[in-house]
């Protein structure tokens, strides 16, 4: 039995590229003509030139709330500064061990702390051995006013950690320049 292929479809089609572009018709742009847009350009530039202000002269600097007049000048809080230096060059009364303590974890500058094997250790940046690795039991030497120090690790926590000077303790923040 023979199959019949119809060649209505084929020539529907070509009907219909055929004729496409008389339907259509020729398309309009959207864009201007040259010289209607250079009009349009010249109006705008002058719409946004900024006018020349003939009440302000050029040398004047514009006065802010930032920069008031005199704002650079000494002020006479300048004399009270000098005695106050020369207060710090008198020799520095001894200091309470809790003083002492709060001072020594002051310059301690611990980086982080880090948990290896369920033991918990503080990354220390030290001025002479570069940085150091300190478990809770560890001494460090901390330098302070020309003295060194030895202070304990007593505690490690995830965000803190103590020392212990001369029975004095000090829990501090990790990472904190406080």
């Known amino acids: 039995m023979k199959t ?9 089609a070509a009907l219909n590229l055929a004729l496409l572009p008389l339907a259509v018709g020729a398309t309009q742009s ?20 900024k006018p020349a202000s003939a009440a302000t002269p050029a040398t004047k600097p514009a006065t802010t709330p930032f920069s008031p007049a005199g704002f650079d000048a000494p002020t006479s809080e300048a004399p009270r500064v000098a005695p106050a230096a020369a207060k710090d060059a008198e020799p520095a009364k001894p200091m309470t061990p809790y003083e002492t303590v709060r001072a020594l974890g002051a310059v301690i500058q611990v980086k982080g702390s880090m948990t290896v094997g369920g033991v918990r ?8 051995r570069g940085q150091i690795v300190a478990k809770v039991g560890d001494k ?6 020309g003295s060194t120090y030895e202070v304990r690790i007593v505690s490690i926590q995830a965000t803190s950690y103590t020392i212990e000077w001369n ?6 923040p990790i990472g904190s320049a406080r």
């Not at 019949?4 to 529907?12: A, D, E, H, M, T």
């Not at 460090?140 to 006013?145: E, F, H, K, N, R």
């Not at 029975?167 to 501090?172: A, F, Q």
């Open 4 to 12: 019949r292929v119809s060649l209505r479809p084929v020539v529907f």
């Open 121 to 128: 250790s503080l990354t220390i940046k030290s001025a002479d």
């Open 167 to 172: 029975g004095e303790k000090l829990t501090r």
């Open 140 to 145: 460090v030497t901390v330098p302070l006013q």
């Open 30 to 49: 959207d864009i201007a003509p040259a010289t209607q847009r250079q009009a349009a350009n010249q109006q705008a530039a002058q719409l946004v030139a």
